[in-house]
């Protein structure tokens, strides 16, 4: 099935880095959500986002909707050794009625104390 | 209450061997999923129940073989199953489908081993 191109695909930086991470689709989504997966644990649900131009915050982590409704970026501030894993995008497409979530391949982030 | 409940945590099976994987929220959602996830890998859809009738089946093999008995409840019962069948399977849930802003929330997973 159709996958979001996610960038980067890895980062390694230093506690207290800001990071940031996007993903772009060449089709149009009415909803991105942002995940964090921890090795062997099931994504969890970070950001949800529902409309274009949408700025949404999370303690340290700020997501945005795209306004062209094709991309989302989400950066974390201040990071720190608990942020590491693995930082997957999915997004539903306009019109979509069947559930189906698209995803990024991730990106690996690895912080350095 | 954003809890999806699987069990178990870990499952070792022979090629020979039935098993069944249990999935469970409470979140009143009508919308469950089963996703199979290999290690570095984003999940892959497999299975979608709207309203406890399958909508989706990504061509998943015979051997996989899904139930949801109730809206809070969703099974995966697996038989002879092969080794590459190895990895992390996904249960999420969300609500109705017909709403396109829907948020899907995921249980911890059961990490299959088949031997």
Redesign the interface.
């Known amino acids: 099935?159709q996958?979001l191109n996610q960038s980067p695909q890895s980062m390694f930086i230093q506690e207290g880095e800001d990071v940031s991470m996007n993903c772009t689709s060449s089709s149009i989504f009415?909803?991105w959500?942002w995940?964090k997966q921890d090795p062997?644990?099931?994504?969890?649900?970070l950001i949800?986002l529902?409309k274009a131009g949408e700025l949404t915050s999370n303690g340290r982590l700020t997501a945005q909707f795209g306004i062209t409704r094709k991309d989302s970026f989400l950066n974390i501030s201040a990071s720190i050794p608990s942020d590491v894993g693995?930082y997957?995008c999915?997004g539903?497409k306009?019109?979509?009625?069947?559930?189906?979530?698209y995803?990024?391949?991730?990106t690996?982030l690895t912080v350095w104390p | 209450d954003?809890e999806?409940t699987?069990t178990p945590k870990h499952l070792v099976m022979g090629m020979t061997n039935k098993k069944s994987l249990k999935c469970e929220q409470h979140m009143g959602h009508r919308?469950m999923?089963w996703y199979k996830q290999k290690a570095?890998?984003?999940?892959?859809?497999m299975f979608?129940y709207?309203y406890e009738k399958l909508?989706?089946n990504?061509s998943v093999p015979s051997r996989f073989s899904p139930e949801c008995p109730n809206s809070s409840l969703l099974n995966l019962h697996l038989h002879a199953l092969q080794p590459e069948d190895s990895a992390?399977y996904?249960c999420a849930s969300?609500q109705i489908?017909?709403r396109?802003?829907?948020?899907?929330?995921?249980?911890?997973?059961t990490?299959l081993t088949v031997v």
């Open positions: 099935g996958q009415n909803t959500l995940y062997g644990e099931g994504p969890v649900l949800a529902y693995i997957f999915a539903r306009r019109g979509s009625t069947l559930g189906r979530l995803f990024g391949r991730g690996q | 954003t999806v699987q919308a999923y570095k890998k984003p999940p892959e859809l979608v709207s909508s989706i990504e992390l996904l969300s489908l017909d396109e802003n829907t948020e899907a929330f995921f249980g911890q997973g990490r």
